[in-house]
C-alpha cells in the first residue's frame, strides 16, 4: 500500500513554524522528519513516523507554493487563494527574509550577481548553511537590491514598502544593499572579526550623511523631492573631501591640532602618551582615507584602510574604548578652532559619520 | 418578471504577463449574458489594468436570469494573431432576485482558466433591476430562497414545512461529445462548466416553481448533485425541503405572516391549469421502458423503532420558540390574527380540507393536476422543538442499474449550439431520459416510503439520496430516517396554534422521540423493548439508529463519538447485465456487515444509539466498498447496551480456550477504558422493573406481514441480530478473527481531542470561536498481487485511520477541540486506487467549562424557549434571552440588530486585519455546520453552488498529483470565498464538498479534476460584538447604538 496522494487543504492555511524553519533552512522532507523525530515530537503527541512524514511534505508543498508570492510580499497581502491572519503573513514574510550572519559576512559587499552565486557552494560547505539556505539569502538579496535600486526616497523606507519587512529587518537590508552597491572590501583576513551589525552601523551612518540623500536641508524628509539616492555616496562630497589634506599637509596646522588635542586631553586619558606619540600618525591615516575616496578601489578598500590606520595602532598600544572615544571627540572638534581651516562643515561631515563608525569597529 | 442586469467591470490585479517580449499584458474583458456580449477597451500595457467601464445592461425575462451565469472573460489583445484568453469568471446573480439577499454584487473574483488555475483578480459590480410582471404563466421561480442548511435557517421561523421537492435535468456530457476529439481541453472544460452552471440554474428553476406551487417560498435542506455517467450522459438531480419562512427579528417578519395567504393567492393561477409545468412521471417498469436491462433492488431496515401508546406528544411548538427569540410575541399575536381575520381563515380551511393526515395529504392532492405520489420526505436533519414525535429506525434501500446511452443522432447534432440543452426540456423534446431517471428514483423512494411504513412511520426525515458510477455500472442509494411528525407542522403552524399546543405542552418530552412508533405486538422486526429508562411509561429498542442530528432535547450521557464501519469486498472483472448481477448478489452482504460492525462497535464504546448515520457504497472494477459513518451516544432514554461475549467453536481445545477469554478480557477492557474516556455513567437501575421481553410468537405475525407488504423485488434483511442480552461474536474461522481484532485496532482520538460527523457533539456545549474547515484528500495504491478481502479491508482500515490520525496531529495546536461534521467519502477512480476524501471543521472549546455541561431542567427549557435551533442554543444568546424581558419594544430591538450588522461585520474585519497590514482581503469563514460558534447569524445572502474543473499536462512540473490537487482545493476555497465575499458576507456554513472527481495518467503527465462545492453564503456578527450594542440599546436609539459601534472599534 503506497500513498500515491496525499492532501490537506484548510480555509485557513495552517502554518507550522517549527516546520517553517525547516524548510528555510533548506533541509530536504527525509531530513526535516528525522529533525522533528528528534525533537521529541513523536511521544508529545503520540503520531506516527509516518504521519510525520506525511505532515512534512503538507507544509513543504504549501511553502513552496507561498514562496512565489514571498518575492513579492505585497501580493501576498492581496492574494486571494491562501487565507492567512495579518500576523501569520508578517511572521512569513519576515522570516522569509531573515539571513544568517554566517552567510550575510560572506557575501556583504560582493557584487549580487551571478558569478557570487556560483561561489554559494563554497560557502554553503564554510558555513555549514545549506546551499538551498544560501541560495534563498542570496536571491532575497539579489530581489530587494533590484527592486529598490532605481528607486528614489529612502533606501529602507522603499524596502518596507516593497516588502513590509519589519523596520529592524528593512535597516539590515538597507545595509546590504548599501554595501553591495559600493563593493565595500569586507572579506579581509583582518576585517574578519567584525560582525554584520558593525557594518550595517556604518552603513547607516554612511546612508544618512554621506549619500546624495543626505544632502539638502532636511535629508530625513521623505517628502523631499530631490533626486535622493540612498545607494550611492555623494560625489561632490567626496571630491571635496581632497580639500581636508591641508590638515596634514600644513605641518603649522597639523601640530596646532595636536596640541589642541593634547591640552585639552591632558590627564584625562590613560593613553595619553602613546596618543600624543601616535597623534600625527593616525591623524595622517584618517585625513588620507578621506582624500582617497574619490578612488572606487580605495572606496572598497575604506574598512580596510580604517582597521589598518586607525584600529590597529591603538589597539596595539591597548586604548581603552572610552580613550578612544575621547580623542576621537577632542581631535574632530579641536579643527573648530583652527582658525585657518576652512571648510569645518565638510569636516563634520566626514568626521561625524567616521567617528561613529570607529568607535563601532574598535573592539576585539 | 424580467430585468435589467447590470454589470460594471472595474479593475483588474496580477494579471500573467501575456507578451513574453514587454513582460506586460494588454488585457480587456468580455461580459457575456446569455447570447449578449460586451467588450471593455482594451488597457494597453499593464498588469493591473484599470478599465472603469460603463454599465453594460442586459435586459433579459427572469427564466434566463435564474439558469445563466454571468459569464465574464478576460482576454489579451493581439493585433496579429488570436487573442489569448486569460481566464474566466463565471457569477451565479441568483443571490440578487430576492429581496432578502444581496442587493449587489461586488468584488474582487479570481479569474480562472481550467489549464493555468487562478490567474489574477478582477473586480465586478453586477446589479439588478426586476420588474414587476403578474404573467401567469411564467416559468421563473424568482424569489424561492434556497439554503443548504438542514434545519430553519438561523433567522427564520418555519411557518409551515411543505415537504420533499426534487427535480432531476439531464444532458449529454460535452466531454464525450464528437465535437470534443477536435476542440482543446480548455474549450472540453469550458463548455462542462458552462453547461452544469446552465444545468444548475434550471434545476433550481424548476425546484422553485414546485416550491410556489406548494405555496412555499423557500427550500431547506437543498441538496444538488451531479452524476457523471460517462458515455450516457451527466444528470443533475436535487432534492429538498419545501417550507414557508419568516424572517425573525426584523419588522418584515410581520409580513410574511400575512403573505403565504396572499401568495397564495396570486400564485392561484399557476395552481390550477390542470397539466401546466408538470409531467408525469408514474411510468410503466422501468425494464421496458428505459434502458435499464437489469434492475434488482433490495433495502434494508435497521431495528430500531417504537411507537408511544396514546399520548400525542406536543412539545412547545416552534413558532413559539420563535417569538421567544424576536421578544415579540405579543406583537406577533396580534398581527397574526388579524391576518387570519382576513386571509388566514379560508387558507387554513383549504388546507384542512386538504388533508387528513399528514400522510393522506401528502398522498391524495385535491388539486388534480398531475403530481406524482407525493412523498413525506424531509432533508432536515434538525427541526424545531415539538416537530419530531417518534423516531423509528433507518431506512435505506439501494438499487443496480445499468446505464445505457441515447442513441439520438438529432441530439448529438444541436449540441454545438451553446443553448441546446434546453432543447432536452421535457415538454419540447421528445427524450425518455429524464423520465428514466426520474422512475429510477421513484421506485427507490416508494420503498423508503414502505419501509418507513412497516416501522409504524408515516415520514422519512433526513433524507437524501447518492449514486456510485463505475462505467455503465450505477448504484442508486437513498436512506432517512423513519419518524412520527406532529402534523401540525405540516399544515398550518398558525399562531393560534401555537398557543393551543402550548397549553396543551405539560410532559417532559425529552425521551419522546426515543419511543417506539409502531403496535409492539406487531413488530417489524424482533428487538429486544423495554421501558423507557426516563419516563418509564412507553417501550423503547435496545438501540436506535437515526440519519438525523441528536434532537436538542435529548438526554444523552457523557460525550459521543465517530463511529466508522470499513469493509470492502472483491468482485470480478464482468460486462453489463453480469457485472451488475454480481454487485446485486454482494450488496445485502455488505450490508449487513457494515451494520454489524456498526453495532459492534457501538457496544465496543458502551453507547446505545447512533446519529446522522450515512452508509456510502462505492462500487470499482473489480471491488465494492462501504463505509459507514455515524456518532455514537448513550441516550439515557434507552437501556445500557450488554457487552460483548466471544464464542469460540472448538471449545475442547485448551490453547484456544485460553486465546478465546483473553481476547474477551481485552474487549472487556475496552468497553471500560470506552466508558471512562466518554463519560458514560448512568445511574444504575435495577432491571426488574423494565425488562418485558416480546413474546416468540408474535414475530412471526410479522414476518408474514412484512412479506405481503413489500414487493417480491425486496429482500428484507433482519439486521437486529435477535434479541441477546449481551452480544455474541462467534470465532468460527479466520474471518471472524480478523473482525474481532480490527474492532479492537481502532484507536480513540488523542486526548484533547473528539469528533463526530453530526452537527455538534453531544455532551460538548461550551464552544469557542476558533474553527478551521479543511478538506484532506488520500489515494492509495494497493498492490496488485493476490489482494484477498483481509488484506483489502486492513489496507482501508489502515487509510481511514491513518488519515484520522493526521488529523489530529495537524490541528494539535486547537486543543480541546472537536472534529465536527466529519464527512467521509470513498471513491475508487481506477482499479487500484482507492480515494478518501473527507471534510470537517475542528472547532475548539473550553475545557474548564465542559465539566459542567451536565444543565439543568430550567436552562434546558429557557433554551428551547428560545426559538433559534439547537446549535445557536448552545450558547445562550444574549439577544433573546437576557435583553429581551428588559426591553418592552421588540420591534425597535429588531432594527437594531439589522442595522448592526453591517457594523459588525466591519469589526470583524478590521479585527482580523490589523492595521499593519493593509490587506483589501476580508476573512471569509467556511464551515459545513449551520451556525458558526459565538456568533450570530444575521442574513442569508443566497446559496453558493460551485462547478470548477482544472486539467493539467505539466504535472511534474506542479508538483505531482500531491501538488495539482493541493493548489486546485485552495483555488476552490478562495474562488468560493471571493464570491461570498462580494454578495457582502463573511462565512458560508453548511459548506459541502459534494464531488471531487480525479483521474491522473502519470505517463502522459497528465491530470484532471472536477469539484462540486456548495453552501449557504452569510453575514455573522459576533456575539461580544451584539453584547455591545443590545446593551447600549435600551439607553440610545438605533441610529446612535450604530455609530457607538463604529467607535469601539
New interface residues.
Given amino acids: 500500500m503506497t500513498s500515491e496522494l496525499d492532501i490537506f487543504v484548510g480555509n485557513t492555511t495552517l502554518i507550522d513554524e517549527d516546520v517553517y524553519r525547516l524548510w528555510l533552512d533548506g533541509y530536504s522532507v527525509t531530513d526535516a522528519v528525522a529533525l522533528r523525530v528528534r525533537s521529541g515530537i513523536l511521544e508529545q503527541t503520540g503520531a506516527t513516523a509516518a504521519v510525520l512524514q506525511s505532515d512534512t511534505m503538507d507544509h513543504y508543498r504549501t511553502f513552496h507554493m507561498l514562496e512565489r508570492l514571498l518575492h513579492a510580499p505585497p501580493k501576498l497581502l492581496h492574494q486571494l487563494i491562501f487565507q492567512i491572519p495579518p500576523s501569520r503573513q508578517a511572521l512569513l514574510i519576515e522570516r522569509y527574509y531573515a539571513f544568517d550572519e554566517a552567510f550575510v559576512r560572506e557575501v556583504l559587499g560582493k557584487k549580487l550577481s551571478k558569478g557570487t552565486k556560483k561561489d554559494l557552494d563554497d560557502i554553503s560547505t564554510k558555513t555549514g548553511i545549506t546551499l538551498k539556505s544560501c541560495r534563498r539569502q542570496f536571491d532575497n538579496f539579489k530581489r530587494v537590491f533590484k527592486v529598490v535600486e532605481e528607486m528614489r526616497g529612502s533606501l529602507v523606507d522603499n524596502i518596507q514598502q516593497h516588502f513590509l519587512l519589519s523596520d529592524r529587518l528593512a535597516r539590515d537590508y538597507a545595509a546590504i544593499v548599501f554595501f553591495a552597491n559600493n563593493r565595500f572590501e569586507t572579506g579581509k583576513k583582518k576585517l574578519q572579526y567584525l560582525s554584520f551589525g558593525d557594518f550595517a552601523f556604518c552603513a547607516e551612518l554612511m546612508i544618512q550623511n554621506w549619500t546624495l540623500g543626505a544632502v539638502g536641508e532636511a535629508p530625513t524628509d521623505p517628502d523631499s523631492q530631490m533626486d535622493d539616492m540612498d545607494m550611492d555616496l555623494d560625489k561632490e562630497f567626496l571630491q571635496d573631501l581632497k580639500e581636508l589634506k591641508v590638515l596634514v599637509a600644513d605641518k603649522d596646522l597639523l601640530d596646532l591640532h595636536k596640541s589642541l588635542v593634547c591640552t585639552a586631553l591632558r590627564g584625562k586619558l590613560g593613553v595619553f602618551s602613546e596618543m600624543e606619540a601616535n597623534f600625527k600618525n593616525l591623524s595622517r591615516g584618517l585625513v588620507n582615507v578621506a582624500t582617497k575616496l574619490t578612488h572606487n578601489k580605495d572606496v572598497r578598500d575604506l574598512f580596510v584602510d580604517l582597521v589598518e590606520k586607525f584600529v590597529e595602532p591603538c589597539r596595539s598600544d591597548h586604548w581603552p574604548l572610552s580613550d578612544v572615544r575621547f580623542f576621537l571627540n577632542q581631535y574632530s572638534a579641536s579643527v573648530h578652532s583652527l582658525d585657518g581651516f576652512r571648510h569645518q562643515a565638510l569636516w563634520d561631515r566626514y568626521m561625524g559619520t567616521l567617528r561613529g563608525c570607529l568607535l563601532r569597529l574598535y573592539h576585539d | 418578471m424580467p430585468g435589467k442586469l447590470k454589470v460594471k467591470i472595474v479593475a483588474g490585479?496580477?494579471l500573467p504577463v501575456m507578451d513574453r517580449a514587454s513582460d506586460l499584458t494588454d488585457a480587456f474583458v468580455e461580459v457575456k449574458f446569455g447570447n449578449t456580449t460586451f467588450k471593455t477597451d482594451v488597457y494597453l500595457k499593464s498588469l493591473n489594468p484599470q478599465w472603469n467601464s460603463e454599465w453594460f445592461k442586459f435586459e433579459v425575462d427572469d427564466e434566463d436570469l435564474q439558469d445563466e451565469p454571468l459569464q465574464i472573460t478576460v482576454l489579451d489583445h493581439d493585433t496579429y494573431s488570436a487573442n489569448d484568453a486569460i481566464g474566466k469568471v463565471y457569477i451565479d446573480i441568483d443571490p440578487l432576485l430576492y429581496s432578502e439577499a444581496a442587493t449587489v454584487i461586488s468584488g474582487?473574483f479570481?479569474i480562472y482558466d481550467t489549464i493555468h488555475g487562478?490567474r489574477g483578480?478582477i473586480n465586478v459590480v453586477v446589479k439588478v433591476d426586476l420588474f414587476n410582471d403578474l404573467n401567469r404563466f411564467r416559468q421563473s421561480s424568482c424569489g424561492v430562497k434556497f439554503f443548504c442548511t438542514t434545519s430553519i435557517p438561523k433567522c427564520y421561523r418555519a411557518v409551515i414545512i411543505h415537504g420533499f421537492v426534487e427535480e432531476l435535468v439531464v444532458n449529454e456530457d460535452p466531454e464525450y461529445q464528437w465535437i470534443d476529439r477536435i476542440r482543446t481541453p480548455r474549450a472540453s472544460n469550458e463548455a462542462r462548466q458552462r453547461l452544469i452552471s446552465l444545468m444548475s440554474g434550471e434545476l433550481q428553476r424548476k425546484i422553485g416553481l414546485k416550491v410556489l406551487e406548494m405555496r412555499g417560498n423557500a427550500v431547506v435542506g437543498y441538496l444538488q448533485c451531479f452524476d457523471l455517467e460517462g458515455e450516457s450522459g451527466l444528470v443533475v438531480r436535487a432534492i429538498g425541503t419545501a417550507c414557508t419562512l419568516d424572517k425573525l427579528s426584523s419588522p418584515a417578519a410581520f409580513l410574511p405572516a400575512c403573505n403565504s395567504p396572499s401568495k397564495e393567492m396570486k400564485e392561484s393561477p399557476l395552481v390550477h391549469p390542470p397539466s401546466h409545468g408538470c409531467r408525469s412521471t408514474h411510468n410503466s417498469p422501468i425494464h421496458t421502458a428505459t434502458g435499464s436491462r437489469l434492475t434488482q433492488n433490495f433495502s434494508v431496515s435497521v431495528p430500531t423503532l417504537i411507537y408511544t401508546g396514546t399520548r400525542l406528544l406536543r412539545l412547545q411548538s416552534w413558532g413559539d420558540a420563535g417569538h421567544g427569540q424576536s421578544g415579540c410575541r405579543g406583537r406577533q399575536a396580534g398581527m397574526g390574527s388579524g391576518s387570519a381575520g382576513k386571509e388566514g381563515g379560508p387558507f387554513k380551511a383549504l388546507l384542512r380540507q386538504q388533508t387528513q393526515s399528514a400522510l393522506e395529504q401528502r398522498g391524495g392532492s385535491p388539486h388534480r393536476f398531475c403530481r406524482r405520489r407525493e412523498f413525506p420526505f424531509f432533508t432536515l436533519t434538525a427541526f424545531p422543538p415539538g416537530f419530531l414525535v417518534h423516531v423509528g429506525g433507518v431506512v435505506s434501500a439501494r438499487s443496480v442499474k445499468l446505464l445505457d446511452r441515447i442513441h439520438n443522432p438529432a441530439f448529438v447534432g444541436i449540441m454545438g449550439n451553446t443553448r441546446s440543452y434546453k432543447l432536452l426540456d421535457w415538454n419540447s423534446f421528445n427524450s425518455d431520459e429524464p423520465e428514466t431517471r426520474d422512475a429510477w428514483w421513484a421506485e427507490i423512494r416508494q420503498e423508503i416510503k414502505s419501509h418507513a411504513k412497516a416501522l409504524g412511520c408515516h415520514a422519512v426525515v433526513g433524507y437524501s439520496e447518492s449514486t456510485s458510477i463505475c462505467e455503465e455500472v450505477c448504484i442508486l442509494s437513498a436512506s432517512g430516517t423513519a419518524a412520527v411528525l406532529n402534523p401540525r407542522f405540516l399544515q398550518d403552524g398558525t399562531v393560534e396554534g401555537c398557543l393551543e399546543q402550548r397549553l396543551e405542552e405539560n410532559l417532559p418530552t425529552r425521551c419522546g422521540f426515543c419511543h417506539i412508533p409502531y403496535d409492539e405486538l406487531n413488530m417489524p422486526f424482533p428487538a429486544h423493548l423495554t421501558y423507557c429508562y426516563n419516563c418509564r411509561k412507553q417501550k423503547v429498542p435496545d438501540v436506535l439508529f437515526t440519519t438525523i442530528d441528536l434532537p436538542t432535547d435529548a438526554t444523552v450521557i457523557g460525550k459521543g463519538c465517530l463511529i466508522q464501519a470499513r469493509l470492502c469486498r472483491l468482485k470480478k472483472k464482468a460486462q453489463a447485465e453480469a457485472n451488475a448481477t454480481a454487485i446485486s448478489n454482494l450488496l445485502p452482504f455488505m450490508e449487513y456487515e457494515v451494520h454489524t460492525q456498526l453495532m459492534n462497535k457501538l457496544k465496543l464504546k458502551g453507547m446505545n444509539a447512533l446519529f446522522g448515520l450515512r452508509i456510502q457504497i462505492t462500487v470499482g472494477e473489480n471491488m465494492l466498498m462501504g463505509l459507514a459513518s455515524a456518532t455514537g451516544v448513550y441516550l439515557a432514554a434507552l437501556p445500557t447496551p450488554g457487552g460483548i461475549q466471544i464464542a469460540g467453536k472448538t471449545p475442547n481445545d485448551g490453547s484456544y480456550e485460553q486465546h478465546i477469554s483473553h481476547m474477551q478480557k481485552k474487549i472487556n477492557d475496552t468497553i471500560a477504558k470506552n466508558k471512562e474516556l466518554y463519560e458514560i455513567n448512568p445511574p444504575e437501575i435495577s432491571e426488574e422493573i423494565i425488562g418485558s421481553p416480546i413474546p416468540e410468537p408474535r414475530q412471526r405475525s410479522r414476518l408474514l406481514r412484512s412479506q405481503s407488504e413489500s414487493s417480491d423485488e425486496v429482500t428484507e434483511l433482519d439486521l437486529s441480530h435477535g434479541k441477546k442480552d449481551a452480544f455474541v461474536l462467534e470465532i468460527d474461522d479466520t474471518d471472524a478473527m480478523e473482525d474481532v481484532h480490527s474492532l479492537l485496532t481502532d484507536v480513540p482520538p488523542?486526548s484533547g481531542f473528539y469528533s463526530c460527523n453530526t452537527e455538534i457533539m453531544p455532551g460538548i456545549n461550551n464552544w469557542t470561536s476558533e474553527i478551521?474547515?479543511?478538506?484532506?484528500?488520500?489515494?492509495?495504491?494497493?498492490?496488485s498481487l493476490n489482494l484477498t478481502n483481509q488484506a483489502l479491508n486492513k489496507?482501508f482500515n489502515?487509510?481511514c485511520e491513518?488519515l484520522l490520525?493526521?488529523?489530529?496531529?495537524?490541528l494539535?495546536s486547537m486543543i480541546p477541540c472537536c472534529l465536527c461534521h466529519v464527512n467521509f467519502t470513498v471513491s475508487l477512480p481506477e482499479d487500484e486506487?482507492i480515494?478518501v476524501t473527507v471534510t470537517a471543521v475542528a472547532i475548539t472549546f473550553d475545557k474548564n467549562q465542559a465539566l459542567q455541561t451536565t444543565k439543568t431542567p430550567v436552562e434546558k427549557s429557557l433554551q428551547r424557549a428560545s426559538t433559534d435551533n439547537e446549535e445557536l442554543l448552545q450558547f445562550p444568546l444574549e439577544l433573546c434571552s437576557d435583553s429581551l424581558p428588559s426591553h418592552p419594544f421588540p420591534p425597535a430591538k429588531a432594527v437594531t440588530v439589522e442595522k448592526a450588522s453591517p457594523v459588525g461585520d466591519g469589526n470583524f474585519r478590521n479585527r482580523?486585519?490589523?492595521p499593519?497590514?493593509?490587506?483589501?482581503?476580508g476573512?471569509?469563514?467556511?464551515t459545513p455546520l449551520s451556525f458558526i460558534p459565538g456568533a450570530k447569524i444575521t442574513k442569508y445572502l443566497g446559496i453558493i453552488n460551485m462547478f470548477f474543473i482544472r486539467e493539467t499536462t505539466s504535472l511534474r512540473e506542479e508538483?505531482g498529483?500531491?501538488?495539482f490537487?493541493?493548489?486546485f482545493?485552495?483555488?476552490v476555497?478562495?474562488m468560493v470565498?471571493?464570491h461570498v465575499a462580494a454578495l457582502g458576507g463573511n462565512a458560508v456554513v453548511s459548506y459541502i464538498m459534494k464531488q471531487c472527481v480525479?483521474m491522473e495518467n502519470p505517463n502522459k503527465n497528465q491530470a484532471q479534476c472536477l469539484i462540486n462545492v456548495s453552501g449557504d453564503a452569510v453575514v455573522f456578527v459576533r456575539e461580544s460584538d451584539l453584547e455591545v450594542v443590545s446593551s447600549q440599546q435600551p439607553t440610545i436609539n438605533c441610529q446612535s447604538s450604530c455609530t457607538e459601534g463604529e467607535v469601539t472599534t
Wanted: proline content about 5%; glycine content about 4%.
Fill in positions: 490585479r496580477h474582487w479570481p487562478i483578480e488523542p478551521q474547515m479543511f478538506t484532506s484528500v488520500r489515494v492509495i495504491r494497493l498492490s489496507n489502515d487509510l491513518n490520525k493526521s488529523l489530529y496531529f495537524k494539535r486506487l480515494q482580523s486585519a490589523p499593519c497590514a493593509n490587506s483589501t482581503v476573512v471569509v469563514k467556511m508538483g498529483v500531491s501538488g490537487l493541493h493548489a482545493i485552495a483555488e476555497f478562495a470565498r471571493a480525479f
